[in-house]
């Protein structure tokens, strides 16, 4: 059973930083691709970043340049870097792994950002 657990929420002010990190176990694969999704209150479920096994980026355009997703293939982990933190980052973050057709899910970890 493939289980994804993220860490690193939390509580920061505006222009701070935070680390999220996924851990994956379970697969017996290499997931395609890695990623990070965040829903705000009142809001649907956005893509945040996600990068391939090959290490191919994309991000959205509200956190370029701020964010950085990065993986390691060997741990089966993705991280998320985030600085230069604003209120509208704050959000429920959730860690997303894709192979093929199927797709799994953490749980989530808050990450609330104060002005």
């Known amino acids: 059973q493939v289980q994804l657990v993220e860490s690193g929420g939390g509580l920061v002010q505006a222009g701070g930083s935070l680390r999220l990190s996924c851990a994956a176990s379970g697969n017996w694969f290499s997931f395609n691709v890695m990623g990070w999704y965040r829903q705000a209150p009142g809001k649907q479920r956005e893509l945040v970043a996600d990068?391939?096994?090959?290490?191919?980026?994309s991000y959205a355009d509200s956190v370029k340049g701020r964010f950085t997703i990065s993986r390691d293939n060997a741990k089966n982990t993705v991280d998320l870097q985030m600085n230069s933190l604003k209120p509208e980052d704050t959000a429920v973050y959730y860690c997303?792994?894709?192979?093929?057709?199927?797709?799994?899910w953490g749980q989530g970890t808050q990450v609330t950002v104060s002005s």
């Open positions: 990068i391939t096994s090959g290490r191919s980026t």
């Open positions: 997303n792994a894709k192979y093929y057709n199927y797709a799994y």
